[in-house]
């Protein structure tokens, strides 16, 4: 099991700047991907960016160059820089991390675990 725990949501204004950490317990050792997903008011969650246990990362939407998503291994915690914020980032973001777990010789299954959300709203 692993429990995430976001934090570093706010109310900002267009143009400004957050950092939202997230916190990682339980049994870690097996998670291969972390990210970072947006939820609008009456929309579906979206990725907004991942980065694996090598380092890789991606922000597959309109994230990229405004967000910055890092992590700290000593601190097992999980970050995401936004920069330049939009009324439209306006939402909730959860903290996503995605584990490896061993079925069978050779065989792995993933699984999803997510934090609670930290709101994060973007004043026009």
């Known amino acids: 099991q692993v429990q995430l725990m976001e934090s570093g949501g706010d109310l900002v204004q267009s143009g400004g700047s957050l950092k939202l950490s997230c916190v990682a317990t339980?049994?870690?050792?097996?998670?291969?991907?972390m990210g970072w997903y947006h939820q609008a008011p009456g929309k579906q969650r979206e990725l907004v960016a991942s980065?694996?246990?090598?380092?890789?990362?991606s922000y597959p939407g309109s994230a990229k160059g405004r967000f910055t998503i890092s992590k700290d291994g000593a601190k097992n915690a999980l970050y995401l820089q936004m920069n330049s914020l939009k009324p439209e980032d306006t939402g909730v973001y959860y903290c996503?991390?995605?584990?490896?777990?061993?079925?069978?010789?050779?065989?792995?299954?993933?699984?999803?675990?997510w934090g609670q959300g930290t709101q994060v709203t973007v004043s026009s």
């Open positions: 980065i694996t246990r090598e380092g890789w990362t």
């Open positions: 996503n991390a995605v584990a490896m777990l061993f079925v069978r010789a050779g065989q792995f299954e993933p699984t999803d675990y």
């Open positions: 339980g049994n870690f050792q097996n998670i291969a991907k």
